[in-house]
Nanobody, 114 residues
């Protein structure tokens, strides 16, 4: 059974940092891209970043370029999202998703106070 478990969210002041983790199980982790998404209250879910399975290439939405860094540790079946210089508009529930599937984690809340 595919499982994705996010952690690392919390309350932080503007300008602060958080590192989110997405721990995966139930599939061959090395073979799949993983993406991070977020959903703010009253808004649609949007893509934040993703990392490929093969060469570790990465993608960032404009909202996170220069501030967010995605990485993966295949030995730990975990993908990370390092978020720096956080802004109040980054407040959302953050989800990870198995690439090419409809498997999502339960989400982790990130709240950035001004």
């Amino acid at each position: 059974e595919v499982q994705l478990v996010e952690s690392g969210g919390g309350l932080v002041q503007a300008g602060g940092s958080l590192r989110l983790s997405c721990a995966a199980s139930g599939f061959t982790f090395d073979d799949y891209a993983i993406g991070w998404f977020r959903q703010a209250p009253g808004k649609e879910r949007e893509g934040v970043s993703c990392i490929s399975s093969s060469d570790g290439s990465t993608y960032y939405a404009d909202s996170g370029k220069g501030r967010f860094t995605i990485s993966r540790d295949n030995a730990k079946n975990t993908v990370y999202l390092q978020m720096n210089s956080l802004k109040p508009e980054d407040t959302a529930v953050y989800y990870c998703r198995l690439g090419g599937s409809n498997h999502w984690g339960q989400g982790t809340q990130v709240t950035v106070s001004s």
